[in-house]
Protein backbone atom coordinates (compact mmCIF):
# COMPACT_ATOMS: atom_id res chain seq x y z
CA UNK A 1 0.00 0.00 0.00
CA UNK A 2 2.75 2.54 0.93
CA UNK A 3 6.08 1.78 0.01
CA UNK A 4 9.08 3.98 0.65
CA UNK A 5 12.87 3.10 -0.69
CA UNK A 6 15.95 4.72 0.31
CA UNK A 7 13.70 8.04 0.80
CA UNK A 8 15.64 11.29 1.09
CA UNK A 9 14.31 15.01 0.96
CA UNK A 10 16.33 18.05 1.22
CA UNK A 11 14.55 21.43 1.45
CA UNK A 12 15.83 24.21 -0.43
CA UNK A 13 16.25 26.47 2.28
CA UNK A 14 17.04 23.96 4.85
CA UNK A 15 20.72 22.16 4.79
CA UNK A 16 20.54 19.13 6.96
CA UNK A 17 18.11 16.98 5.40
CA UNK A 18 14.62 16.57 6.49
CA UNK A 19 14.84 13.00 6.04
CA UNK A 20 17.56 10.97 4.98
CA UNK A 21 17.46 7.02 3.73
CA UNK A 22 13.68 6.44 4.75
CA UNK A 23 12.83 2.80 3.88
CA UNK A 24 9.07 1.65 5.26
CA UNK A 25 6.65 -0.21 3.68
CA UNK A 26 2.74 -0.53 4.99
CA UNK A 27 0.66 -3.31 4.22
CA UNK A 28 -2.91 -2.42 3.27
CA UNK A 29 -5.28 -2.03 6.39
CA UNK A 30 -2.17 -1.49 8.49
CA UNK A 31 -2.88 1.23 11.82
CA UNK A 32 0.81 2.60 12.08
CA UNK A 33 2.41 5.57 14.50
CA UNK A 34 4.81 7.98 12.98
CA UNK A 35 6.52 9.35 16.09
CA UNK A 36 9.32 11.40 17.09
CA UNK A 37 10.29 14.65 18.21
CA UNK A 38 9.27 18.07 17.24
CA UNK A 39 11.06 18.44 13.62
CA UNK A 40 11.90 14.52 13.26
CA UNK A 41 10.40 14.85 9.41
CA UNK A 42 6.56 13.21 10.28
CA UNK A 43 4.96 16.00 8.57
CA UNK A 44 7.75 15.83 5.33
CA UNK A 45 7.03 12.00 5.43
CA UNK A 46 3.31 12.80 5.08
CA UNK A 47 3.69 15.18 2.33
CA UNK A 48 5.51 13.14 0.19
CA UNK A 49 2.46 10.65 0.28
CA UNK A 50 0.66 13.21 -0.64
CA UNK A 51 2.96 14.79 -3.65
CA UNK A 52 2.74 17.81 -2.09
CA UNK A 53 6.84 17.24 -2.06
CA UNK A 54 9.13 15.53 -4.08
CA UNK A 55 12.14 13.43 -2.56
CA UNK A 56 15.04 14.65 -3.27
CA UNK A 57 16.67 10.79 -3.97
CA UNK A 58 14.56 7.69 -3.55
CA UNK A 59 11.15 6.06 -4.73
CA UNK A 60 7.58 6.56 -2.93
CA UNK A 61 4.98 4.48 -3.84
CA UNK A 62 1.17 4.72 -2.80
CA UNK A 63 -1.30 1.90 -4.06
CA UNK A 64 -0.21 1.90 -7.76
CA UNK A 65 1.41 5.18 -7.99
CA UNK A 66 4.96 6.05 -8.78
CA UNK A 67 4.07 9.03 -6.57
CA UNK A 68 7.77 10.74 -6.60
CA UNK A 69 7.63 10.48 -10.79
CA UNK A 70 4.33 10.23 -12.09
CA UNK A 71 2.77 12.90 -14.01
CA UNK A 72 1.51 16.35 -12.42
CA UNK A 73 -2.10 15.72 -14.12
CA UNK A 74 -2.39 12.85 -12.58
CA UNK A 75 -1.67 14.04 -8.95
CA UNK A 76 -5.17 14.40 -8.21
CA UNK A 77 -6.07 10.44 -9.01
CA UNK A 78 -3.46 9.81 -6.07
CA UNK A 79 -4.97 12.29 -3.83
CA UNK A 80 -8.35 11.20 -3.98
CA UNK A 81 -7.34 7.31 -2.71
CA UNK A 82 -5.84 9.63 0.27
CA UNK A 83 -7.99 11.02 3.27
CA UNK A 84 -5.98 13.68 5.09
CA UNK A 85 -6.83 15.20 8.79
CA UNK A 86 -4.12 17.52 10.48
CA UNK A 87 -4.22 19.17 13.61
CA UNK A 88 -5.94 22.80 12.83
CA UNK A 89 -8.82 20.93 11.52
CA UNK A 90 -8.90 22.88 8.02
CA UNK A 91 -12.62 23.40 7.79
CA UNK A 92 -14.36 26.39 5.93
CA UNK A 93 -16.00 28.49 8.45
CA UNK A 94 -18.87 29.66 5.80
CA UNK A 95 -20.06 26.23 5.40
CA UNK A 96 -22.02 24.16 7.60
CA UNK A 97 -21.01 20.63 8.79
CA UNK A 98 -22.87 18.88 5.96
CA UNK A 99 -21.78 21.61 3.60
CA UNK A 100 -18.09 21.03 4.50
CA UNK A 101 -17.99 17.43 3.52
CA UNK A 102 -19.96 17.76 0.53
CA UNK A 103 -17.30 20.08 -0.47
CA UNK A 104 -15.01 17.68 -0.80
CA UNK A 105 -17.02 14.96 -3.09
CA UNK A 106 -18.55 18.78 -5.30
CA UNK A 107 -15.19 19.44 -5.87
CA UNK A 108 -14.00 15.94 -7.43
CA UNK A 109 -17.09 16.04 -9.41
CA UNK A 110 -19.46 13.45 -7.96
CA UNK A 111 -22.91 13.59 -8.65
CA UNK A 112 -25.24 15.57 -6.57
CA UNK A 113 -27.67 12.46 -5.51
CA UNK A 114 -24.48 10.45 -4.29
CA UNK A 115 -23.50 13.46 -2.23
CA UNK A 116 -26.71 13.55 -0.98
CA UNK A 117 -26.54 10.29 0.49
CA UNK A 118 -23.30 9.51 1.27
CA UNK A 119 -22.84 12.71 3.86
CA UNK A 120 -25.37 11.78 6.08
CA UNK A 121 -23.95 8.68 6.61
CA UNK A 122 -20.35 9.87 7.04
CA UNK A 123 -21.79 11.92 9.01
CA UNK A 124 -23.30 9.10 11.06
CA UNK A 125 -20.27 7.13 11.12
CA UNK A 126 -18.13 10.08 13.02
CA UNK A 127 -21.47 10.41 15.40
CA UNK A 128 -22.58 13.67 14.04
CA UNK A 129 -25.85 13.06 13.38
CA UNK A 130 -27.95 15.77 14.23
CA UNK A 131 -25.57 18.27 14.05
CA UNK A 132 -25.12 18.82 9.80
CA UNK A 133 -26.81 21.88 9.84
CA UNK A 134 -24.29 23.50 12.37
CA UNK A 135 -21.30 25.81 11.49
CA UNK A 136 -18.20 24.78 12.36
CA UNK A 137 -18.03 27.67 15.10
CA UNK A 138 -20.76 26.58 17.35
CA UNK A 139 -18.93 23.12 17.79
CA UNK A 140 -15.91 21.69 20.44
CA UNK A 141 -12.54 20.80 19.09
CA UNK A 142 -13.50 17.10 18.81
CA UNK A 143 -16.71 17.79 17.16
CA UNK A 144 -14.77 20.04 14.39
CA UNK A 145 -12.11 17.12 14.08
CA UNK A 146 -14.75 14.79 13.52
CA UNK A 147 -16.01 17.02 10.51
CA UNK A 148 -12.62 17.00 9.20
CA UNK A 149 -12.11 13.14 9.62
CA UNK A 150 -15.86 12.67 7.98
CA UNK A 151 -14.64 15.03 5.20
CA UNK A 152 -11.48 12.83 4.66
CA UNK A 153 -13.14 9.70 4.84
CA UNK A 154 -16.22 10.38 2.41
CA UNK A 155 -14.89 9.31 -0.69
CA UNK A 156 -13.77 5.56 0.82
CA UNK A 157 -10.33 6.76 0.59
CA UNK A 158 -7.45 3.77 0.33
CA UNK A 159 -5.58 5.11 3.46
CA UNK A 160 -6.23 7.71 5.73
CA UNK A 161 -3.19 10.21 6.61
CA UNK A 162 -3.37 11.86 9.95
CA UNK A 163 -0.88 14.66 10.98
CA UNK A 164 -0.91 15.22 14.62
CA UNK A 165 -4.65 14.93 14.82
CA UNK A 166 -5.48 14.99 18.46
CA UNK A 167 -2.50 17.51 18.78
CA UNK A 168 -4.79 20.41 20.01
CA UNK A 169 -7.03 18.44 21.78
CA UNK A 170 -7.55 17.58 25.44
CA UNK A 171 -6.62 13.44 26.54
CA UNK A 172 -10.12 12.45 26.45
CA UNK A 173 -10.65 14.10 23.04
CA UNK A 174 -8.57 12.68 21.84
CA UNK A 175 -9.21 9.19 22.88
CA UNK A 176 -12.63 9.16 21.14
CA UNK A 177 -10.65 10.76 18.28
CA UNK A 178 -8.70 7.25 18.58
CA UNK A 179 -11.85 5.24 18.52
CA UNK A 180 -12.69 6.34 15.54
CA UNK A 181 -9.45 6.53 13.21
CA UNK A 182 -9.55 2.47 15.36
CA UNK A 183 -13.25 2.47 13.90
CA UNK A 184 -12.10 3.70 10.21
CA UNK A 185 -9.14 1.14 10.15
CA UNK A 186 -11.70 -1.93 11.06
CA UNK A 187 -13.39 -0.82 7.71
CA UNK A 188 -10.02 -2.22 6.02
CA UNK A 189 -8.66 1.73 5.68
CA UNK A 190 -4.86 2.09 6.09
CA UNK A 191 -4.03 4.43 8.77
CA UNK A 192 -1.10 6.67 9.27
CA UNK A 193 -0.86 8.90 11.93
CA UNK A 194 1.61 11.47 12.74
CA UNK A 195 1.89 12.10 16.97
CA UNK A 196 4.14 13.10 19.63
CA UNK A 197 1.52 11.78 22.18
CA UNK A 198 2.85 8.97 24.14
CA UNK A 199 -0.05 8.13 25.86
CA UNK A 200 -1.79 7.36 22.70
CA UNK A 201 0.41 5.04 21.43
CA UNK A 202 1.24 3.32 24.56
CA UNK A 203 -2.99 2.76 25.07
CA UNK A 204 -3.71 1.46 21.26
CA UNK A 205 -0.44 -0.70 21.22
CA UNK A 206 0.27 -0.80 17.29
CA UNK A 207 3.27 -0.89 14.73
CA UNK A 208 5.10 2.35 15.59
CA UNK A 209 7.80 4.19 13.14
CA UNK A 210 10.54 6.41 14.72
CA UNK A 211 11.61 9.28 13.55
CA UNK A 212 14.86 10.83 14.68
CA UNK A 213 16.14 13.97 12.65
CA UNK A 214 14.74 12.42 9.48
CA UNK A 215 16.05 8.97 10.14
CA UNK A 216 14.05 5.71 11.06
CA UNK A 217 15.61 4.59 14.05
CA UNK A 218 12.78 1.90 15.25
CA UNK A 219 10.11 -0.32 13.55
CA UNK A 220 8.11 -2.08 15.89
CA UNK A 221 5.31 -4.17 15.16
CA UNK A 222 2.93 -3.52 18.84
CA UNK A 223 5.08 -0.67 19.96
CA UNK A 224 4.87 2.04 22.44
CA UNK A 225 6.15 5.23 22.76
CA UNK A 226 9.38 4.95 23.93
CA UNK A 227 11.22 3.23 27.28
CA UNK A 228 12.45 5.54 29.52
CA UNK A 229 11.41 8.52 27.81
CA UNK B 1 -17.91 18.72 -13.89
CA UNK B 2 -20.30 20.52 -12.13
CA UNK B 3 -20.93 23.47 -13.69
CA UNK B 4 -23.52 24.64 -10.89
CA UNK B 5 -20.45 24.60 -8.35
CA UNK B 6 -17.48 26.54 -10.80
CA UNK B 7 -20.95 28.97 -11.14
CA UNK B 8 -21.54 29.82 -8.01
CA UNK B 9 -17.60 30.12 -6.90
CA UNK B 10 -17.57 32.49 -9.80
CA UNK B 11 -20.57 34.56 -8.27
CA UNK B 12 -19.75 34.49 -4.60
CA UNK B 13 -15.87 35.48 -5.48
CA UNK B 14 -17.26 38.44 -7.83
CA UNK B 15 -19.12 39.78 -4.75
CA UNK B 16 -16.78 39.15 -2.44
CA UNK B 17 -14.28 41.62 -4.26
CA UNK B 18 -17.22 43.55 -5.20
CA UNK B 19 -15.12 46.70 -5.18
CA UNK B 20 -12.32 45.27 -7.47
CA UNK B 21 -14.79 43.83 -9.89
CA UNK B 22 -16.33 47.39 -10.39
CA UNK B 23 -13.02 49.10 -10.89
CA UNK B 24 -11.64 46.01 -13.36
CA UNK B 25 -15.39 46.22 -15.73
CA UNK B 26 -15.17 50.85 -15.42
CA UNK B 27 -11.25 50.33 -16.94
CA UNK B 28 -11.70 47.50 -19.15
CA UNK B 29 -15.08 49.33 -20.57
CA UNK B 30 -13.47 52.64 -20.70
CA UNK B 31 -10.46 50.77 -22.45
CA UNK B 32 -12.53 48.77 -24.74
CA UNK B 33 -14.53 52.05 -25.78
CA UNK B 34 -11.65 53.82 -26.89
CA UNK B 35 -10.43 50.84 -28.77
CA UNK B 36 -13.67 50.90 -30.54
CA UNK B 37 -14.10 54.75 -31.02
CA UNK B 38 -11.07 54.41 -32.64
CA UNK B 39 -12.36 51.43 -35.06
CA UNK B 40 -15.09 53.38 -35.61
CA UNK B 41 -13.02 56.42 -36.51
CA UNK B 42 -11.19 54.00 -38.77
CA UNK B 43 -14.55 52.78 -40.45
CA UNK B 44 -15.71 56.28 -40.98
CA UNK B 45 -12.64 57.60 -43.10
CA UNK B 46 -12.48 54.15 -44.87
CA UNK B 47 -16.16 55.14 -45.67
CA UNK B 48 -15.65 59.13 -46.52
CA UNK B 49 -12.84 58.19 -48.43
CA UNK B 50 -14.93 55.86 -50.91
CA UNK B 51 -17.38 58.96 -50.78
CA UNK B 52 -14.87 61.33 -52.23
CA UNK B 53 -12.82 58.97 -54.51
CA UNK B 54 -14.89 59.79 -57.62
CA UNK B 55 -15.61 63.02 -56.58
CA UNK B 56 -12.44 64.74 -55.41
CA UNK B 57 -12.59 68.12 -57.47
CA UNK B 58 -10.15 70.96 -59.21
CA UNK B 59 -12.38 74.14 -58.57
CA UNK B 60 -11.44 76.90 -60.88
CA UNK B 61 -12.76 80.41 -59.08
CA UNK B 62 -13.50 82.68 -61.61
CA UNK B 63 -13.19 86.19 -61.10
CA UNK B 64 -15.96 88.98 -59.33
CA UNK B 65 -16.37 90.33 -62.72
CA UNK B 66 -16.80 87.33 -64.67
CA UNK B 67 -19.53 85.92 -62.04
CA UNK B 68 -21.08 88.77 -62.07
CA UNK B 69 -21.49 89.44 -65.53
CA UNK B 70 -21.17 86.18 -67.33
CA UNK B 71 -23.98 83.40 -65.77
CA UNK B 72 -23.90 81.63 -68.55
CA UNK B 73 -20.04 81.73 -69.27
CA UNK B 74 -21.30 82.34 -72.74
CA UNK B 75 -18.41 85.09 -73.59
CA UNK B 76 -14.78 85.05 -73.10
CA UNK B 77 -13.10 84.70 -71.08
CA UNK B 78 -15.17 81.95 -69.90
CA UNK B 79 -16.18 80.44 -72.83
CA UNK B 80 -12.28 80.21 -73.86
CA UNK B 81 -11.75 78.66 -70.88
CA UNK B 82 -14.41 75.80 -70.72
CA UNK B 83 -13.21 75.20 -74.39
CA UNK B 84 -9.61 74.21 -73.15
CA UNK B 85 -10.50 72.74 -70.47
CA UNK B 86 -12.84 70.65 -72.41
CA UNK B 87 -10.19 69.65 -74.53
CA UNK B 88 -7.31 69.34 -72.06
CA UNK B 89 -6.40 65.25 -71.77
CA UNK B 90 -6.31 65.18 -67.90
CA UNK B 91 -9.48 66.29 -67.49
CA UNK B 92 -12.53 63.89 -67.30
CA UNK B 93 -15.20 66.02 -67.03
CA UNK B 94 -15.75 70.25 -66.36
CA UNK B 95 -18.85 71.91 -65.07
CA UNK B 96 -19.98 75.28 -64.66
CA UNK B 97 -21.33 76.41 -62.00
CA UNK B 98 -22.72 79.91 -61.76
CA UNK B 99 -23.10 82.30 -58.79
CA UNK B 100 -26.71 81.40 -58.30
CA UNK B 101 -26.10 77.76 -58.12
CA UNK B 102 -23.24 77.95 -56.13
CA UNK B 103 -25.25 79.74 -53.47
CA UNK B 104 -28.38 77.15 -54.35
CA UNK B 105 -25.21 74.58 -53.13
CA UNK B 106 -24.09 76.57 -50.36
CA UNK B 107 -27.45 76.39 -48.82
CA UNK B 108 -28.26 72.84 -49.27
CA UNK B 109 -24.69 72.25 -47.20
CA UNK B 110 -25.52 74.12 -44.37
CA UNK B 111 -29.27 73.51 -44.04
CA UNK B 112 -28.48 72.61 -40.74
CA UNK B 113 -27.08 75.95 -39.92
CA UNK B 114 -29.70 78.69 -40.94
CA UNK B 115 -27.66 81.22 -39.24
CA UNK B 116 -24.84 80.52 -41.11
CA UNK B 117 -27.29 80.65 -44.52
CA UNK B 118 -28.39 84.32 -43.58
CA UNK B 119 -25.52 85.35 -43.40
CA UNK B 120 -24.28 84.68 -46.62
CA UNK B 121 -25.12 86.71 -49.72
CA UNK B 122 -24.95 85.57 -53.25
CA UNK B 123 -22.68 88.14 -54.51
CA UNK B 124 -19.70 86.69 -52.08
CA UNK B 125 -20.00 83.61 -53.84
CA UNK B 126 -17.99 83.05 -57.07
CA UNK B 127 -18.69 81.41 -59.84
CA UNK B 128 -16.33 78.64 -60.78
CA UNK B 129 -15.37 75.29 -63.27
CA UNK B 130 -15.48 72.51 -61.62
CA UNK B 131 -13.11 69.60 -63.04
CA UNK B 132 -13.02 65.87 -62.53
CA UNK B 133 -9.43 64.75 -63.38
CA UNK B 134 -8.60 61.41 -65.22
CA UNK B 135 -5.42 61.36 -62.16
CA UNK B 136 -7.71 62.63 -59.29
CA UNK B 137 -3.89 62.16 -57.75
CA UNK B 138 -1.92 64.49 -59.96
CA UNK B 139 -4.26 67.91 -59.35
CA UNK B 140 -1.55 70.46 -59.71
CA UNK B 141 -1.85 70.17 -63.57
CA UNK B 142 -4.62 72.67 -63.44
CA UNK B 143 -2.79 74.52 -61.57
CA UNK B 144 -0.01 74.83 -63.27
CA UNK B 145 -2.05 75.50 -67.06
CA UNK B 146 -4.49 77.53 -65.92
CA UNK B 147 -3.59 79.49 -62.71
CA UNK B 148 -3.31 82.88 -63.31
CA UNK B 149 -5.15 82.79 -67.24
CA UNK B 150 -7.61 85.57 -67.33
CA UNK B 151 -10.49 85.00 -65.60
CA UNK B 152 -9.45 82.89 -62.93
CA UNK B 153 -9.31 84.28 -60.06
CA UNK B 154 -7.74 81.16 -57.94
CA UNK B 155 -7.78 77.47 -58.27
CA UNK B 156 -8.57 75.32 -55.08
CA UNK B 157 -7.70 71.67 -54.75
CA UNK B 158 -10.66 69.58 -52.64
CA UNK B 159 -7.96 66.92 -52.76
CA UNK B 160 -5.70 68.91 -50.06
CA UNK B 161 -7.95 69.76 -47.82
CA UNK B 162 -9.17 66.05 -47.67
CA UNK B 163 -5.75 65.17 -47.24
CA UNK B 164 -5.46 67.32 -44.08
CA UNK B 165 -9.45 66.50 -43.03
CA UNK B 166 -8.07 62.61 -43.22
CA UNK B 167 -4.98 64.09 -41.78
CA UNK B 168 -6.84 65.25 -38.70
CA UNK B 169 -8.98 62.00 -38.64
CA UNK B 170 -5.77 59.80 -38.71
CA UNK B 171 -4.74 61.53 -35.44
CA UNK B 172 -7.72 61.21 -33.82
CA UNK B 173 -8.01 57.21 -34.27
CA UNK B 174 -3.64 57.19 -33.23
CA UNK B 175 -4.91 59.28 -30.14
CA UNK B 176 -7.48 56.83 -29.29
CA UNK B 177 -6.04 54.01 -29.99
CA UNK B 178 -2.47 54.93 -27.77
CA UNK B 179 -5.41 56.28 -24.93
CA UNK B 180 -6.98 52.54 -25.27
CA UNK B 181 -3.36 51.13 -25.36
CA UNK B 182 -2.59 52.96 -22.14
CA UNK B 183 -6.24 51.97 -20.41
CA UNK B 184 -6.11 48.37 -21.58
CA UNK B 185 -2.67 48.21 -19.38
CA UNK B 186 -4.17 49.15 -16.20
CA UNK B 187 -7.24 46.77 -17.00
CA UNK B 188 -4.33 44.00 -17.12
CA UNK B 189 -2.80 44.61 -14.33
CA UNK B 190 -6.06 45.04 -12.60
CA UNK B 191 -7.26 41.66 -13.74
CA UNK B 192 -4.36 40.41 -12.75
CA UNK B 193 -4.27 41.85 -9.24
CA UNK B 194 -7.67 40.89 -8.45
CA UNK B 195 -6.98 36.91 -10.01
CA UNK B 196 -4.15 37.36 -6.98
CA UNK B 197 -6.45 38.85 -4.33
CA UNK B 198 -9.12 36.40 -5.41
CA UNK B 199 -6.89 33.36 -4.78
CA UNK B 200 -5.67 35.09 -1.50
CA UNK B 201 -8.83 35.20 0.23
CA UNK B 202 -9.59 31.62 -1.04
CA UNK B 203 -6.63 29.88 -0.04
CA UNK B 204 -8.05 27.95 2.36
CA UNK B 205 -10.94 26.49 -0.12
CA UNK B 206 -8.10 26.05 -2.34
CA UNK B 207 -5.67 24.43 -0.23
CA UNK B 208 -8.94 21.71 0.24
CA UNK B 209 -9.44 21.12 -2.98
CA UNK B 210 -5.89 19.66 -3.89
CA UNK B 211 -6.19 18.19 -0.66
CA UNK B 212 -9.34 16.30 -1.67
CA UNK B 213 -7.76 15.41 -5.28
CA UNK B 214 -9.76 18.19 -7.18
CA UNK B 215 -8.44 18.87 -10.61
CA UNK B 216 -6.65 22.22 -11.83
CA UNK B 217 -10.35 22.79 -13.52
CA UNK B 218 -11.73 22.80 -10.16
CA UNK B 219 -9.73 24.92 -8.63
CA UNK B 220 -8.19 27.05 -11.43
CA UNK B 221 -11.67 27.77 -13.58
CA UNK B 222 -13.50 30.36 -11.00
CA UNK B 223 -10.61 32.54 -11.14
CA UNK B 224 -9.88 32.72 -14.92
CA UNK B 225 -13.69 32.52 -15.39
CA UNK B 226 -14.08 35.91 -13.06
CA UNK B 227 -11.72 37.74 -14.81
CA UNK B 228 -13.07 36.53 -18.11
CA UNK B 229 -16.78 37.37 -16.99
CA UNK B 230 -15.84 41.14 -15.45
CA UNK B 231 -14.21 41.58 -19.43
CA UNK B 232 -17.30 40.48 -21.13
CA UNK B 233 -19.03 42.56 -18.62
CA UNK B 234 -16.92 45.60 -19.45
CA UNK B 235 -17.20 44.68 -22.98
CA UNK B 236 -20.89 45.24 -22.82
CA UNK B 237 -20.38 48.44 -21.03
CA UNK B 238 -18.09 49.86 -23.81
CA UNK B 239 -20.46 48.57 -26.44
CA UNK B 240 -23.38 50.49 -24.56
CA UNK B 241 -20.96 53.77 -23.93
CA UNK B 242 -20.44 53.81 -27.86
CA UNK B 243 -23.94 53.72 -29.20
CA UNK B 244 -24.73 56.60 -26.58
CA UNK B 245 -21.87 58.08 -27.88
CA UNK B 246 -22.90 57.68 -31.64
CA UNK B 247 -26.62 58.80 -30.76
CA UNK B 248 -25.33 61.74 -28.38
CA UNK B 249 -22.10 62.96 -30.49
CA UNK B 250 -22.00 61.88 -34.07
CA UNK B 251 -26.06 62.03 -34.78
CA UNK B 252 -25.99 65.31 -32.77
CA UNK B 253 -22.89 67.38 -33.80
CA UNK B 254 -22.07 65.92 -37.07
CA UNK B 255 -25.60 65.52 -37.93
CA UNK B 256 -25.40 68.15 -40.77
CA UNK B 257 -22.52 67.33 -42.37
CA UNK B 258 -23.43 63.45 -42.35
CA UNK B 259 -26.67 64.43 -44.12
CA UNK B 260 -25.42 67.03 -46.37
CA UNK B 261 -22.66 63.73 -47.30
CA UNK B 262 -19.47 66.45 -45.89
CA UNK B 263 -18.38 63.70 -44.10
CA UNK B 264 -19.65 59.47 -43.46
CA UNK B 265 -22.35 58.57 -40.71
CA UNK B 266 -21.32 56.15 -38.50
CA UNK B 267 -24.36 53.65 -38.47
CA UNK B 268 -25.92 50.75 -35.98
CA UNK B 269 -23.97 48.53 -38.74
CA UNK B 270 -21.12 49.76 -38.12
CA UNK B 271 -21.14 49.51 -34.04
CA UNK B 272 -22.52 45.71 -35.01
CA UNK B 273 -19.46 45.26 -36.94
CA UNK B 274 -17.02 46.19 -33.98
CA UNK B 275 -19.06 44.93 -30.90
CA UNK B 276 -17.57 41.24 -31.86
CA UNK B 277 -14.11 42.33 -31.85
CA UNK B 278 -14.88 44.37 -28.63
CA UNK B 279 -16.02 40.98 -26.55
CA UNK B 280 -13.25 38.89 -28.71
CA UNK B 281 -10.39 40.96 -27.27
CA UNK B 282 -12.24 41.51 -23.85
CA UNK B 283 -12.19 37.53 -23.53
CA UNK B 284 -8.76 36.59 -25.16
CA UNK B 285 -7.00 39.35 -22.89
CA UNK B 286 -8.89 38.74 -19.91
CA UNK B 287 -8.58 35.15 -20.19
CA UNK B 288 -4.85 34.91 -21.03
CA UNK B 289 -4.55 37.97 -18.25
CA UNK B 290 -6.23 35.39 -15.80
CA UNK B 291 -4.44 32.36 -16.85
CA UNK B 292 -0.79 33.33 -17.22
CA UNK B 293 -1.22 35.24 -13.65
CA UNK B 294 -3.02 32.02 -12.05
CA UNK B 295 0.45 30.04 -13.58
CA UNK B 296 2.81 32.61 -12.06
CA UNK B 297 1.78 33.32 -8.49
CA UNK B 298 -0.68 30.83 -7.61
CA UNK B 299 0.19 27.35 -6.46
CA UNK B 300 -0.96 24.75 -8.15
N1 LIG C 1 8.74 23.82 3.60
C1 LIG C 1 9.91 23.64 4.27
N2 LIG C 1 11.02 24.32 3.86
C2 LIG C 1 12.19 24.15 4.51
N3 LIG C 1 12.37 23.36 5.55
C3 LIG C 1 11.31 22.65 6.00
C4 LIG C 1 10.04 22.76 5.38
N4 LIG C 1 9.18 21.97 6.04
C5 LIG C 1 9.90 21.37 7.01
N5 LIG C 1 11.17 21.79 7.00
C6 LIG C 1 12.23 21.34 7.88
O1 LIG C 1 12.32 19.93 7.78
C7 LIG C 1 12.50 19.34 9.03
C8 LIG C 1 11.37 18.34 9.29
O2 LIG C 1 10.17 19.06 9.44
P1 LIG C 1 8.75 18.33 9.58
O3 LIG C 1 8.66 17.31 8.54
O4 LIG C 1 7.72 19.38 9.62
O5 LIG C 1 8.90 17.65 11.00
P2 LIG C 1 7.77 17.25 12.07
O6 LIG C 1 6.46 17.20 11.36
O7 LIG C 1 8.22 15.94 12.58
O8 LIG C 1 7.79 18.30 13.13
C9 LIG C 1 12.56 20.47 10.04
O9 LIG C 1 13.92 20.76 10.30
C10 LIG C 1 11.90 21.60 9.33
O10 LIG C 1 12.46 22.83 9.73
MG1 LIG D 1 4.67 18.21 11.76
Not at chain 1, 125 to 142: D, F, H, I, T
Not at chain 2, 185 to 199: D, G, K, M, P, Y
Request: glycine share 8%; with cysteine.
Amino acid sequence: MIRLEQVSKVYKTSTRPALENVSVEVDKGEFVFLIGASGSGKSTFLRLLLREEVPTKGRVYVANFDVARMARRRVPRLRQSIGCVFQDFRLLHNKTVAENVAFALEVIGKPRHTIRKVVPEVLELVGLEGKAERMPNELSGGEQQRVAIARAFVNRPLMLLADEPTGNLDPDTSQDIMLLLERINRTGTTVLMATHDHSIVDSMRRRVVELDLGRVVRDDARGVYGVGR
Amino acid sequence: MRASFVFSEVVTGLRRNITMTIAMIITTAISLALLGGGLLVVRMIDKTQTLYQDKVEVSVYLTNDVSETDPECAAEPCAGLRAALEADPAVEQVDHESRDEAYERFKRIFEAQPELVKLARPEALPASFRIKLVDPERPEVIDQTYGGRPGVESIADQGEFLDRFFGVLNSLRNGTFFVALVMAIAALLLISNTVQLSAFTRRVEVGIMRLVGATRWYTQLPFLLEAVVTGIVGALVAIGLLVVLKVTFIDDVLGGSIQSGVVSSVDGVDILLVAPILLLTALVISGITGYVTLRLYVRT
